[in-house]
């Protein structure tokens, strides 16, 4: 079936660690995407990434398409950086976006 | 640029009345997808217009519906309202102008309390 699926769902981190989110992906999905949830409800996109790798400031990404997965890296963590991190991806001419659970992130002063 | 604009905020109805949110997506975006997010099912898709066209609806009862405008605002509705309606409802706009723009931003959020 269509699935997005997340981990870890809870990680805490030190201020200052570095992390890596999963996030595996069923064939009928593409066009993957990472938000981060901030403790108001706003969701932020971070990378549209189909495939290959980006970079945005402390925050990097890379999908395999080929694999089914994605990974969002999280260098140098601030507190700022607390809250729930989602994938998506979109149904293969569907134009339907399926999330991922979501990893819960607490990022310790 | 504007971001994605959704009305109102807050929302407090009670069961079985009707309620209408509304959603303007950033200019020149023609895609308006609407999510229901609760704390046990997560972010789920409800549906996705584009030029006025429902193109795709996520598993939710008749009871919630939505359309487009032709200046691409959009509305969702949802009529006899449930306690488990409660929920914080999230829009989205694309461009979609073809399969690559597929980038989702999303609005601030309608917060529903069913009483």
């Known amino acids: 079936g269509i699935q997005v699926e997340q981990s870890p769902p809870d990680l805490i981190l030190q201020e200052g660690a570095n992390s890596t989110l999963r996030c595996n992906f069923s064939?009928?999905?593409?066009?993957l995407q990472w938000f981060h949830q901030n403790p108001w409800g706003q969701l932020i996109n971070l990378f549209y990434?189909?495939?290959g790798t980006k970079q945005n400031g402390r925050l990097s990404a890379t999908t395999v398409a080929t694999e089914r997965y994605s990974l969002l890296y999280i260098s140098s963590s601030q507190t700022t950086d607390s809250g729930v991190y989602f994938c998506?991806?979109?149904?293969?001419?569907?134009?339907?976006?399926?999330f991922g659970a979501g990893t819960r992130l607490f990022v310790k002063a | 640029k504007a971001g994605v604009t959704q009305t109102p905020r807050y929302l407090i109805k009670t069961r079985g009345q009707q309620v209408t949110l509304s959603c303007s997506p950033i200019?020149?975006?023609?895609?308006v997808s609407w999510y229901q997010q609760t704390p046990g099912q997560g972010l789920q898709f409800l549906f996705e217009y584009f030029s006025e066209t429902q193109r795709n609806k996520g598993n939710f009862p008749g009871r919630f519906s939505g359309r487009q405008f032709s200046n691409s605002r959009s509305e969702m509705n949802v009529s006899t309202l449930e306690l488990g309606d409660s929920a914080l409802y999230l829009c989205?706009?694309?461009?979609?102008?073809?399969?690559?723009?597929?980038?989702?931003?999303f609005g601030s959020g309608t917060q529903l309390s069913v009483l």
């Open positions: 064939d009928s999905v593409n066009n």
């Open positions: 200019s020149g975006h023609r895609s």
């Open positions: 998506a991806g979109q149904t293969t001419g569907g134009f339907k976006t399926i």
């Open positions: 990434i189909p495939s």
């Open positions: 989205a706009s694309s461009l979609r102008a073809h399969i690559g723009n597929e980038k989702l931003f």
